[in-house]
């Protein structure tokens, strides 16, 4: 599997065939049945895109984690080259992240990451840090969460009169919940555990397109990828 990481400006991310060349005309958002090009929308926030490009799925993990959003769309690879950009790099012509296929129509589908059971990745987990070290991460992500619920109640509290007169006691709350976190996530020990996680959770990609050679001309489409 080849991973890519797309940094999508106002959630688009584009799918193409090499050849294809960008017209200032074309609107991305109609047509695709007629021409060799995808655009996967994702919300309009910026977001970074863990992506894998797969034939096959011949790992029982990825087969099990991943699941196919919106049925499937048709590709022309006539070049052999399958390229993901953004779309500012499609319209300035960057087509840097490829990937080299037997030319010709591709049926494609998406599959996105679904987390599992929170047990099964506390187990995974606990086998890399220990379970000391588990209760710990724990333990400053309920602080967070409190903190969290000490600056709502803070919020809240001014828009009555005993809050406005006596504000500073929640603002002291608030101060020293999130003093106490952020003393927690700062220290080394903490960030060990970060760094540890994070790996673990970056094993696979957000989404993976499987590629299916196809002899029929399927058309391409728009493509909307849930969070």
């Known amino acids: 599997m080849k991973k890519f990481k797309i940094n ?11 050849n294809l060349k960008y017209l ?15 655009c996967l929308v994702s919300g309009e926030d910026e977001f970074t895109y863990d992506i894998g490009i797969v034939n096959e799925f011949n790992d029982l993990k990825i087969d099990n984690r991943y699941k196919r ?6 590709i022309n690879v006539d070049s052999g080259k399958l390229i993901l950009l953004n779309e500012s790099e499609w319209k300035n012509d960057k087509k840097e992240n490829n990937v080299l296929l037997a030319s010709g129509h591709y049926r494609a589908s998406i599959f996105t990451y679904e987390f599992g059971e929170y047990s099964e990745y506390r187990d995974d987990l606990v086998k890399k840090i220990g379970e000391k070290n588990m209760k710990y991460s724990e333990y400053v992500g309920k602080v967070g969460l409190f903190a969290w619920g000490i600056t709502i109640m803070s919020i809240i509290s001014l828009f009555t009169d005993i809050g406005q007169e006596y504000w500073f006691i929640p603002f002291l709350c608030w101060f020293l919940s999130w003093y106490l976190y952020f003393r927690l996530v700062n220290t080394k020990r903490y ?7 994070m790996r673990c959770e970056n094993i696979f990609p957000h989404y993976i397109i499987k590629l299916e050679k196809d002899n029929a001309n399927m058309p391409g489409g728009v493509q909307i990828l849930d969070y």
């Open 191 to 197: 960030e060990k555990i970060e760094r540890i996680r």
């Open 24 to 38: 200032e005309s074309i609107d991305i958002h109609k047509d695709t049945s007629e021409r060799n090009y995808l």
């Open 8 to 18: 999508s400006e106002n959630g688009r991310l584009i799918i193409c065939d090499s």
């Open 69 to 74: 959003k919106n049925g499937y769309f048709g």
